[in-house]
Each structure stands twice: as C-alpha cells, then as structure tokens.
C-alpha cells in the first residue's frame, strides 16, 4: 500500500519554512500563513476541496516573494496532496517536481528535500510511470539512509517500501524482495504495526507472483516467532500475525495446515481471559471458512456457532455476519448429505 500523504511531515517541513522565513519585501508574510494553516487544517479533517482553495490563496501569496521562494514549496507540496487525493496526479506530479528544485536549492540534502523526493515517486508510480518512480524514490531511499533518528528510519521504510512496490510492478522481483525486507525489518524494529503489516503483504505479494508459496508461509512463520519472542504470546502483533499467517496459508490451497494452525490459535486464545470474546471469534469463524472451503461443512458448523455466540456480547453485528455464513454451511451441509444417502 502506498504511502500519498504524511501530513506531519509536511506539518514540520512548511512550520520551519515559517519560523525561518525573511520579512517578506512585497508579499503578506502573515497571510500567507493564514492561508497555508487553513489549507492544513482542511486537510487533516479531509475537506479537500476546501484545502485546495485555502493553499491555491496560499501559493499566490506566496509567489509574491519571488516563483523561487521556499515559501512557494511550502504551499505547493501541500497541494500536491490535494491533486493527487483528487487523482489529478499529473497536476500533483508537476507541482512536486516544482517544490523539489526550490527545496534542492534552499535546504540541500535532507529532511525536506528527501520528503519531496518520496512524494514525487509516489505520485509517479501511483499513475503508473513505474521506470521513473524506481530513479526517484531510489534517490530517496539513498538520501534518508543518512539520516539520524527513529523519524528518519520510519521515513527510510516507507521509501524503501514504496520503491518495492514499483519494483513490484515492474517485475523486478528479486529487487523487491530485498527492498521490502530491509523496510519491513525497520517497521518491526521501530514499532510501527500498520506499516510493518502491510509491508509483509507486498513480500506476500512478491512470492505470489514468483510463484514462491513456501517462501510466504516461512516468512509469515518466522516472523510469528519473532514478534512472539519479542512482545509475548497476548500481543495484538502475535495475534495478526497468525491471522494473517492462516490467510496466506488458505489463499494458496494449503488447507491442511491453515487448519490445524487455526485450532491451535483458538485453543490458545480461549485460554487467555483478554482474547476470550471477539479474538477467539476471529479464531473460530477462520477455522469454520477453512473448514467450509474444503467443503467439511458438517465440521465446520460447531465452529461457526461457536464464533456466533463469543461475538454475541461485544460485536451483534459481526455475530449476526458470521450467521450468514453459518446458515449457507448448514443448508449445503444438508444437502451433501441427502445427496450422500441418495434421498
């Protein structure tokens, strides 16, 4: 999953462009601001359209100062965001490549020459100039490798996992694999669960498509053991990964083994009192679709009710969803076997 927008970032990047900006010759200094913190505001209640408004009247100010002023960029990489989250990525291509070569002149090598070297490629390969996108984001990923601090490490991995997904799509598997691996070491290392996560989707991804399922399944595994290692046997990091472990394991036909991974994680979370109700549901319904898939639907229905009844208390909605399920396994159920006795 790509990563369009990092709105603290830009946050840090235009707050420096104002503490350190010049009084300003001919340009309104204070309007400016105005403009482009409305603009920001906008955007993080995702009011686009408004946030487009407010930083096309903070560009104009700021273009007061001179087309070259650091100003400019503070405002363009903001609407950069706003063009592309409208999928008008042509326009949020040639406004980054703009604040780019201002940010280039002004800063040099850094933090914010760095993010709008991210943001370029991302826009790139998100309209799918895949070939251009690998040059820039690589550019990035060379750039944050010298950074210092856990917020350049971050930004280091999400370079890096974006530039495996272009690699991804250009058929560049080997690249991608090793990209994506240094990415997903940083996510588990900086405690980033959303990024990390996804990241090992983009590795499982990468095996699909190089037809490597063994490689998946002993990359989920291995990861398993060193999430449980690392934050213990309750840890939601343990918990997704198993889940997630157990899909992967299904997606590519290996029932057998989904299954018996599946009881083992319900047989587990039943005993530990705070993964009891909608953790343990997860576990059951998992273990009954795994079931269902491989058309043992007399065996998966305890399974589905099962999950139906820890659901109950905490999730209606989601216990009622599972009934669905429960209710299509025991008609097909029924009808297997009246077909098995002929009647």
Known sequence: MRKLLNLALVVAITSCMVSCSPPAPRGDDALWKEKLNRGMDAIRQNNWEEAENFLDQS?????????SDKRVAGSLVNLASCYANAKEFDKAIE????????????????????FDLNQLGTYLAVSGQHEEAVKVLSRAVDMRSKLEGSKGRLQLGTSLSNLGESYLELGSLDKAEEVLKEALIIFREEESPQEYFSCLEQLDRVYAKSNSPNKSVRLYASEGQVLEKKYGAESPWVRVSQSKLGKSLMERGEYRLAEDLFKRLLAKRLKIESQKGLMSAEAANALAVCLFKQEKFKEALPYFEQAMKLAANENPKQAEAIRVNYEDCKARAEAKGKKKTGK
């Open 95 to 114: 406004v980054s490549r703009r604040a780019l070569a201002i940010d280039e002149k002004e800063f040099g090598p850094g933090y914010e020459v760095a």
């Open 59 to 67: 560009l104009v100010e700021a273009e007061k100062f001179g087309k």
